[in-house]
C-alpha cells in the first residue's frame, strides 16, 4: 500500500492522525515509565507455637507452659521492593489477577530509603511484641514481672503479628482455660494489630492473607472486624472468617468453635 502524505489529507483527518500518534508516543513513554505503585501478593505464614528460623518464636520464662497442639499461623504479603521498578505492564497485570493487588507506594512503605523503610518497620515490629505481651498477661491476670515473654520472628516486620503473638501466649500458658487446647487441634491463622488493652486493629491486605493462610492450610481465619468486607472480596473456599476486635473475643470465638457455640461471623 503506498505512503499517505499528511497533506494529502483533510484538515480534520490530519489532525486526527497527530493526535493517534501523540498518544501511541504517550502509551509507549507510560510503558517504560516507573510508577508510584507496589505489587503485592501472598505472603509466608508461621507458626507462632513453633520454630522460625530454628528458633522458637514464642519463650516463656518465669511460669510453666503447656504442650501446645494445632497452629496459629500468622500472615503476611510480599510487596515489590521499595526500590523496585514497576511499570504499567505490572500495574495492569495486577489489576486483573485475584492473587496480586496494587497499592501506592506509600501505603506499604513508610520513610524515603531503604534504612529507613527497614528501621521503621522493625520498631514497629517491636512495638508490637511489646503489646502483644502486655495484652496477653494482662488478660491470663499475670505480672510481667513474674513472667518474662521473648517474642522472634525472622525476617517479619511491622505491626500485623500482634494478635496471633497475644493468643499464642494465651495458648502456651493457659489454653482454652480448660486443660485443652485454644486451637482445638485446628490450624488457625489470622492477622490484626493489638494494643495492650487487647483491642485489635486493622492491618490491611487481608484478601491476600487469607490465600496465604488457605495455600499453608488453615481452615479458620481471625480477622478484624473492620475489615471483614475485605476478607470475603477474595475469600478461599474452605476457610472460615471469624471477626473480632479484642482478645478476649477472640479466645471465647476459638473456645466457641470447640464447644459448638455461638461463632461471630462476617
Same mark, same amino acid.
Request: with cysteine.
Given at each position: 500500500?503506498?505512503?499517505?502524505?499528511? %497533506?494529502?489529507?483533510?484538515?480534520?483527518?490530519?489532525?486526527?492522525?497527530?493526535?493517534?500518534?501523540?498518544?501511541?508516543?504517550?502509551?509507549?513513554? #507510560? #510503558?517504560? #515509565?516507573?510508577?508510584?505503585?507496589?505489587? !503485592?501478593? $501472598?505472603?509466608?505464614?508461621?507458626?507462632?507455637?513453633?520454630?522460625?528460623?530454628?528458633?522458637?518464636?514464642?519463650?516463656?520464662?518465669?511460669?510453666?507452659?503447656?504442650?501446645?497442639?494445632?497452629?496459629?499461623?500468622?500472615?503476611?504479603?510480599?510487596?515489590?521492593?521499595?526500590?523496585?521498578?514497576?511499570?504499567?505492564?505490572?500495574?495492569?497485570?495486577?489489576?486483573? %489477577?485475584?492473587? @496480586?493487588?496494587?497499592?501506592?507506594? /506509600?501505603?506499604?512503605?513508610?520513610?524515603?530509603?531503604? /534504612?529507613?523503610?527497614?528501621?521503621?518497620? !522493625?520498631? /514497629?515490629? %517491636?512495638?508490637?511484641?511489646?503489646? #502483644?505481651?502486655?495484652?496477653?498477661?494482662?488478660?491470663?491476670?499475670?505480672?510481667?514481672?513474674?513472667?518474662?515473654?521473648?517474642?522472634?520472628?525472622?525476617?517479619?516486620?511491622?505491626?500485623?503479628?500482634?494478635?496471633? &503473638?497475644?493468643?499464642?501466649?494465651?495458648?502456651?500458658?493457659?489454653?482454652?482455660?480448660?486443660?485443652?487446647?485454644?486451637?482445638?487441634?485446628?490450624?488457625?491463622?489470622?492477622?490484626?494489630?493489638?494494643?495492650?488493652?487487647?483491642?485489635?486493629?486493622?492491618?490491611?491486605?487481608?484478601?491476600?492473607?487469607?490465600?496465604?493462610?488457605? @495455600?499453608?492450610?488453615?481452615?479458620? &481465619?481471625?480477622?478484624?472486624?473492620? /475489615?471483614?468486607?475485605?476478607?470475603?472480596?477474595?475469600?478461599?473456599?474452605?476457610? @472460615?472468617?471469624? $471477626?473480632?476486635?479484642?482478645?478476649?473475643?477472640?479466645?471465647?470465638?476459638?473456645?466457641?468453635?470447640?464447644?459448638?457455640?455461638?461463632?461471630?461471623?462476617?
Amino acid at each position: 500500500m503506498p505512503a499517505v502524505s499528511l %497533506r494529502a489529507l483533510s484538515p480534520r483527518a490530519r489532525i486526527l492522525a497527530i493526535c493517534t500518534a501523540l498518544v501511541v508516543v504517550l502509551l509507549a513513554v #507510560a #510503558a517504560l #515509565a516507573p510508577l508510584p505503585f507496589t505489587v !503485592a501478593q $501472598p505472603g509466608t505464614t508461621v507458626n507462632v507455637l513453633g520454630a522460625d528460623g530454628g528458633k522458637q518464636v514464642i519463650t516463656i520464662s518465669g511460669s510453666d507452659t503447656r504442650k501446645t497442639k494445632g497452629q496459629l499461623r500468622m500472615t503476611t504479603i510480599a510487596a515489590t521492593g521499595p526500590d523496585a521498578t514497576v511499570r504499567l505492564g505490572d500495574v495492569l497485570s495486577g489489576w486483573f %489477577r485475584t492473587d @496480586r493487588a496494587v497499592l501506592p507506594r /506509600e501505603a506499604v512503605y513508610v520513610g524515603d530509603t531503604t /534504612e529507613e523503610i527497614q528501621q521503621h518497620n !522493625a520498631d /514497629e515490629m %517491636r512495638k508490637s511484641q511489646n503489646t #502483644a505481651t502486655s495484652a496477653a498477661l494482662g488478660y491470663l491476670h499475670k505480672s510481667p514481672g513474674d513472667v518474662k515473654v521473648k517474642l522472634r520472628l525472622a525476617d517479619v516486620g511491622g505491626p500485623s503479628a500482634g494478635l496471633l &503473638f497475644s493468643l499464642g501466649i494465651v495458648n502456651k500458658l493457659d489454653g482454652d482455660g480448660r486443660g485443652g487446647d485454644l486451637t482445638g487441634g485446628r490450624t488457625i491463622a489470622g492477622t490484626g494489630t493489638i494494643d495492650a488493652r487487647g483491642e485489635v486493629g486493622a492491618v490491611g491486605g487481608v484478601p491476600l492473607k487469607t490465600q496465604a493462610a488457605k @495455600r499453608d492450610g488453615a481452615t479458620v &481465619f481471625l480477622v478484624p472486624k473492620a /475489615e471483614c468486607k475485605d476478607a470475603e472480596a477474595e475469600q478461599p473456599k474452605g476457610l @472460615r472468617l471469624i $471477626p473480632v476486635t479484642t482478645l478476649d473475643g477472640a479466645v471465647k470465638a476459638l473456645n466457641n468453635l470447640q464447644s459448638g457455640g455461638a461463632v461471630p461471623h462476617c
